[in-house]
């Protein structure tokens, strides 16, 4: 079946940047339709979804954050990477990696929007 995992530091300093990586199995990330989202749950707040790279590896950021945060991906070891800079302790966060087939065009993100998320991996911004 397909499984997604993500990786990473749970801890960033204010104004570094934070890297997640997202190993996926079971699965193609250059399977035709599939796309590979980064999203995000802030405490208090919504799924926000924060980009994703295509199957055939477009990029898509969302306007809030396209000015901080790069996706990329390793089709060698089946994986797909999130930087965001300059992180801030507003990027405390839940982050998770999850596929839909096909785009979704909405950063309000919904569970069912997804058909595979990984379990999530805390992330806090704090010096």
């Known amino acids: 079946q397909v499984q997604l995992q993500e990786s990473g530091p749970g801890l960033v300093k204010p104004s570094q940047t934070l890297s997640l990586t997202c190993t996926v199995s079971?699965?193609?990330?250059?399977?035709?339709?599939?796309?590979w989202s980064w999203i995000r749950q802030s405490p208090g707040k919504g799924l926000e979804r924060i980009g994703y790279?295509?199957?055939?590896?477009?990029?898509y950021y969302n306007p809030s954050l396209q000015s901080r945060a790069s996706i990329s991906r390793d089709t060698s070891k089946n994986q797909f990477t999130l930087q965001l800079n300059s992180v801030t302790p507003e990027d405390t966060a839940i982050y998770y990696c999850?596929?839909?087939?096909?785009?979704?065009?909405?950063?309000?993100?919904?569970?069912?929007?997804?058909?595979?998320w990984g379990q999530g991996t805390q992330v806090t911004v704090s010096s």
């Open positions: 790279i295509s199957y055939s590896g477009n990029t």
């Open positions: 079971g699965a193609s990330i250059t399977t035709y339709s599939y796309y």
């Open positions: 999850a596929r839909s087939q096909w785009r979704v065009t909405t950063d309000q993100a919904t569970r069912r929007q997804y058909a595979y």
